[in-house]
């Protein structure tokens, strides 16, 4: 009953606010301190008791109580800092007045006339400004309101007996925030920290609410509108004001804070001594602190100051504009091996987590914050090069790639997840341009890791080159731009491929197959890149680890068919609308004997109904419909495997590919589907008026000429070579039967 009635005194207090028209005084300090006394004892409460109807009725009716009550919560965040929080009753004011904060904030935020209410000087100042009792030099003393927050929260998360231990061992007297050393109350050991502080769950639970409200404080972009003028204060191109302070010499805490962050996150173990159900027996506070510790922390690494000066301002005014960021700088300042040892095992700990799996269901913790983890390795090899050659040098390099190839192969159809597709690609993109990670990739691949793709038996290579097959003949229509970049990591790392299974030698002829389809090649301006990209692949392997890639030698050597009819691509006009008019027929859209040659030209103004890039003929998991209409998978089209492909006679005059479905690995939880039409195995069918020298400009013979005859030469050799070898086991074997 007493904790309704609290409650109830808490909500009674916001009616009052929310419904007085006259402005209350920041004087009555009774009643102001309603809001964070002790009647209320979680965050949910606070959500709950404040619905966010009236908080936007408050801003509109009541400017000013609004402008009082969040310059009062400031003015009690300050006066915690100041006094050290060392009673109870302080600790709780304080959390109430941080969750308070931490709920009114957006709301400010999405007003464009409150954004720069917290970059105003305080009221009592400017009060005093309008009696003119204040001279000049008081003015510029005065911290805008904000400042006031973010300092009084950086010195919260190094208050002793708040949020961090303390170190003293004198009488009982609460420690000066304003002279604590803060390097010596770092969260955890790791970088630059040797000591292990006690763990605490209290602590942990502070820590979070006050890096709660710091996102919120940095997530004023979020509702700032794409259109906003430049040159406003608030404008999107502008640099966050929230965040240029915090990671900026005047805050003093910024080094520590970088470093806690940095350990508190490095050295979580989700699942600890592997005690099986033991996150449902016992509530772990550590992972949502580091939850939020890693989005505070890669938030703050994408505010490049150096950069947008560059760019955005002239040379005298980026060096005297906005301050550095400290966290990149201390960030590209790491060196020492110990230190990315560290770092890279908390790292792969913590991206392989959810890729473990014993005979128990649902023994083992799973940790969901992995798209956080791929966009902070992403920051951390882009700023600092010593970590990302470190990386390349080091075996748990493979230990980064199979939880990036899962999360890519797991995503790869739904369209809400792209943003991870992105950075999972730019990451293995960034590896892939190295030596080192081209080497490691002939390391035999015996983790099974529960995924929906053929079972094979080979190398870390073989489990590149068939999930980005999958991803590409089975991901959805947001992941064509991705397709070069896909290409491209298999030609970086082709060169060092000693010896490729069948299934991947079979998964690279089917791209090329596909893409090397006339039709494809000229919807598409770009498109012969992918072909491009196969052939080179090729030609690296071809040439530089020709001895044990047997398998796709034979393969090749078996779709040789493919590289003639590439080399004898037609690039006249007549030919190529011979192409269009069979495909026409075929679709059912134009007559057999329809006359193509009167057509007029094309205005230059794109159709929407014209093919664009990432319609690929013949990609298996894509859909075709059949003459009538009935959406139908499509497999391996133009394969002449009888085994892998069977011709089903339909009631018109094509036929479809009809193939059983690939084994998948027990245990593995399939993909969703992808959306019809994505992906179909054959391109849609464009307008009778559709000039195909309008996209395809000849690139594609010069181009690829070279490496087409070089294959072609190659297999020629090959055949020759393999012709002897055979001749002489059959001699061989013939003289044995005789003796």
């Known amino acids: 009953m007493g904790n309704a009635d609290t409650k109830l005194n808490f909500r009674k207090a916001v009616i009052q606010l929310t419904t007085k028209t006259q402005p209350i005084e920041a004087a009555d300090h009774q009643f102001w301190e309603q809001f964070w006394a002790e009647n209320v ?43 050290g929080c060392s009673s109870k009753v302080e600790q709780v004011a ?67 007996e708040f949020t961090v231990h303390t170190n003293r061992k004198g009488p009982h007297t609460p420690e000066d925030l304003q002279s604590l050393d803060s390097c010596e109350y770092i969260w955890a050991s790791g970088v630059g920290f040797a000591q292990d502080p006690p763990y605490n769950v209290s602590y942990d639970i502070h820590r979070r609410e006050l890096l709660k409200l710091l996102l919120t404080c940095f997530s004023e972009a979020m509702y700032i509108p794409a259109g906003s003028p430049s040159g406003d204060t608030s404008s999107s191109s502008a640099l966050n004001p929230w965040i240029s302070y915090f990671t900026s010499s005047d805050n003093r805490h910024a080094l520590p804070l970088f470093t806690s962050l940095l350990n508190i996150v490095s050295s979580y173990d989700p699942v600890g001594y592997g005690v099986p159900y033991n996150h449902l027996m016992f509530r772990d506070h550590r992972e949502p602190l580091v939850q939020v510790a890693i989005q505070l922390l890669i938030v703050t690494l994408d505010h490049d100051v150096g950069s947008n000066t560059a760019d955005d301002q002239p040379e005298d005014e980026a060096d005297s504009g906005q301050p550095d960021n400290l966290f990149v700088n201390y960030l590209s300042r790491i060196h020492r091996d110990e230190d990315f040892n560290f770092i890279l095992h908390g790292m792969t700990r913590l991206l392989n987590n959810p890729l473990q799996h014993t005979y128990l269901p649902n023994s083992i913790k799973k940790v969901q914050f992995h798209q956080e983890l791929l966009v902070f390795l992403w920051k951390f090899c882009d700023a600092n090069k010593k970590f990302l050659f470190h990386v390349l040098k080091s075996s748990e390099v493979l230990e980064l790639l199979v939880p990036i190839l899962y999360h890519l192969n797991d995503a790869r159809a739904d369209q809400s997840r792209v943003g991870l597709m992105h950075i999972g690609v730019f990451i293995l993109l960034l590896l892939s ?208 495997d009888t ?17 059983g479905s690939e084994p998948s690995m027990e245990g593995s939880r399939p993909a969703q589907e992808a959306e019809p039409g994505t992906l179909k195995a054959s391109l849609a069918a464009t307008p009778v008026y559709f000039d195909p020298f309008r996209n395809f400009n000849g690139k594609l013979p010069l181009v690829c000429q070279r490496l087409i005859y070089y294959l072609i030469l190659q297999m020629e050799l090959t055949e020759l070579m393999v012709q002897p070898k055979s001749l002489s086991r059959k001699q061989g074997n013939d003289t044995t039967k005789c003796n």
């Open 433 to 640: 341009g190295e030596r080192n990670f081209g080497v490691r990739l002939n390391k035999v691949y015996n983790v099974r890791v529960p995924m929906d793709i053929p079972v094979f038996t080979g190398t870390h290579a073989d489990l590149l080159i068939i999930v980005f097959h999958k991803i590409i003949t089975t991901g959805h229509q947001r992941l064509q731009p991705l397709f070069d970049c896909l290409l491209t990591i298999i030609c970086n790392v082709s060169p060092y491929l000693k010896s490729l299974s069948m299934v991947a030698s079979n998964k690279l002829l089917h791209l090329l197959e596909a893409f090397s389809t006339p039709w494809f090649l000229i919807s598409s301006p770009t498109n012969h890149h992918l072909v491009f990209f196969l052939l080179e692949s090729f030609n690296n392997i071809i040439q530089y680890q020709f001895d044990g890639n047997s398998n796709l030698i034979y393969t090749i050597i078996r779709k040789r068919h493919v590289f003639h009819q590439l080399s004898n691509l037609a690039t006249d006009h007549q030919s190529l609308m011979k192409i269009m008019s069979r495909k026409r027929e075929r679709r059912g859209t134009l007559p057999r004997n329809a006359n193509l040659t009167s057509a007029p030209q094309s205005t230059g103004q794109s159709n929407p109904a014209s093919p664009q890039r990432g319609d690929v003929t013949g990609l298996g998991g894509g859909t075709t419909e059949s003459s009538a209409g009935e959406v139908m998978p499509m497999g391996r089209a133009g394969s002449q």
């Open 643 to 659: 085994e892998e492909a069977e011709r089903v006679p339909t009631d018109g005059h094509n036929a479809e590919l009809k193939v």
């Open 94 to 160: 304080t959390l109430n007045c941080v969750r308070l904060m931490t709920r009114i904030l957006p709301y400010i935020f999405e007003d464009p006339d409150w954004r720069g209410f917290f970059w105003s000087s305080l009221p009592a100042a400017s009060d005093n400004r309008s009696r003119g009792s204040l001279n000049e030099e008081t003015e510029d003393e005065t911290p805008p309101l904000a400042q006031s927050l973010l300092n009084a929260l950086s010195d919260l998360l190094f208050c002793p």
């Open 41 to 83: 004892s979680s965050v949910q409460d606070v959500f709950a008791l404040i619905p966010a109807a009236e908080i936007r009725a408050l801003r509109e009716e009541s400017p000013s109580n609004l402008a009082t009550l969040c310059y009062k919560a400031v003015e009690r965040l300050v006066q915690s800092a100041e006094s």
